[in-house]
Every structure is written in C-alpha cells, then in structure tokens.
C-alpha cells in the first residue's frame, strides 16, 4: 500500500504544492501503458513539509524492455504490487482537490494518471491544477537543456544517487529544481513551517542546515577561472577583486 508520512496543517494558512512523478510502461496509457510508480512530496509555502506519498502498483502486464532499461521496475518485482484501483483513494486523498501539482513534462503524467483515474470509475485531476517545471525552464534559460538532470547541473543539486528514473527519487529532486526556478528555498520569506500533529511549528531559521557526505563539484570551469583571472589582470591595480580590505575602502 502507499507509503504516507502525515501530519496536520489545520487552521494554518498556508500555499500548499504536490511535486510529483510517475513511472510507466511506455508513452502512451491510450494504446495499453499503465502507471507502475508514483512518488510525490508536498510544499507548505513554497517549502518541503517532510510528507511524501510513494507507491508500486501492479499493470496488469509485461514490462516492454525500453520501459524496463529506463526504471528497472521488473515484472517480478511488481507482481505482489497493488493496482491502481486499491491505491486511487488514497493518492487523490494525498493530493486535495485544490493544490498545484508540479511535474517535470506534466502533460505526460497528467495524461497517465487520468486515464487510471477513469478508468476506476474516479474524478480526473484537471489541466488548471498542473505546473509544468519544463515549460518554465525552457522559458527562464531559452535553448538550454531543460532536462531534470541538467537542471539538477545548473543548479547544484545533488543527482548522484539516480542511476535510474524513480519517481519518489525524481520527485524529491524536481521538489529542489522548482524551489530554484522560482528563486530560491525561501521566495516569500517564510520562517516558519506548519507543526506536526500535536506539536508547535517550527522556525525554520533555527533548522540546522543539512551537510552533505559528498560536497558538490564545483559550478565554475577551469576556463571560466581562467578566463577572470585575466579579466583581473587587465584591470591592474584598481581591480576591486585584489583588495583584501572592504571593497569600498
């Protein structure tokens, strides 16, 4: 069944996000393809609240060898998984009725989703709730790569565990991409998170910040060090690089 970490958010004001991704059995849920993952996380105010959705689910088919090489999610492995109908509730449960749902391709995953909605008699998710992360890179870096791998590169987040598509691991990451294509982990200034069932909130300026095990490669080329270091050098003395002391002094 589906994996849920829940807490409650009542009486808090609040703007509520599902990121999310799925894993499929092709391209197409209209000539027979069929959900098999579904991995989501929700933002409170543009921030992660920690609760994640994630679920197997057996298509009541065979994996084709492309889908296969892509996710590694085999017919063994799914056999035991529940289908979509036995899992439906509980992910339009996860989801409301009213928050924007972010994808990486969203059409795609929106396609797929709503032809297993119908298909087990449940109301579709509509086009208005979706964000489509590709669509707002291709717009923000016009002609760069707009893929989530390139833009976990551009933006130093930390890929180096996805050696295959898994859709709670895509979700999480593409949770870190949005959070950069809107300008930042904290857009609107907000310092406090909702407070778990029972407890009080948070102030997420008192968090301690996660360290990595593995620091991030850095983000300048040796050509583009290169490159300021002459830029420096033909500034001469005045070059406000080369004061140790405040650069308006």
């Known amino acids: 069944m589906p994996s849920v970490t829940k807490f409650s958010t ?11 991704d799925t894993e499929t059995t092709g391209f197409d849920p209209f000539t027979g393809d069929r959900v ?3 991995g989501a996380v929700e933002l409170i105010n543009h921030l992660p609240s920690g609760r ?3 679920v197997y689910i057996n298509p009541d088919r065979t ?27 509980d992910l339009l449960a996860f989801v409301g009725a009213e928050a924007r ?9 929106f396609k797929f989703l709503n032809a297993e909605l ?6 579709p998710l509509t086009a208005e709730r979706a964000l489509d992360t590709a669509a707002m890179a291709r717009q923000k870096f016009p002609g760069a790569p707009a893929s989530l791998d390139a833009l ?11 050696d295959l598509h898994g859709a709670l691991l895509d979700s999480e990451l593409l949770a870190e991409v949005y959070l950069e294509l809107i300008g930042g982990r904290q857009p609107d200034l907000v310092l406090d998170a909702p407070a778990a069932e029972g407890g009080q909130a948070v102030s997420l300026a008192l968090t301690p910040r996660r360290v990595r095990a593995r620091p991030l490669p850095p983000r300048i080329s040796p050509a583009e060090i290169e490159a300021h270091a002459a830029f ?11 004061r140790v002391a405040s650069p308006l002094s």
């Open 10 to 20: 009542a009486g808090t004001h609040m703007i509520r996000e599902i990121v999310f």
């Open 52 to 54: 994640r959705f994630h």
């Open 118 to 123: 119908r298909r087990c008699g449940q109301p």
């Open 232 to 242: 420096v050098a033909r500034m001469g003395d005045k070059a406000v690089w080369l």
């Open 63 to 89: 994996m084709p060898p492309e889908a296969l090489a892509v996710h590694g999610l085999t017919d063994d492995f799914l056999r035991d998984k529940p289908r979509f109908s036995e899992i439906a509730a």
């Open 101 to 109: 749902m972010i994808a990486h391709n969203a059409e795609f995953d």
């Open 36 to 38: 098999v993952e579904i």
């Open 152 to 162: 976990c590169r551009r933006f130093g987040v930390d890929n180096s565990g996805r």
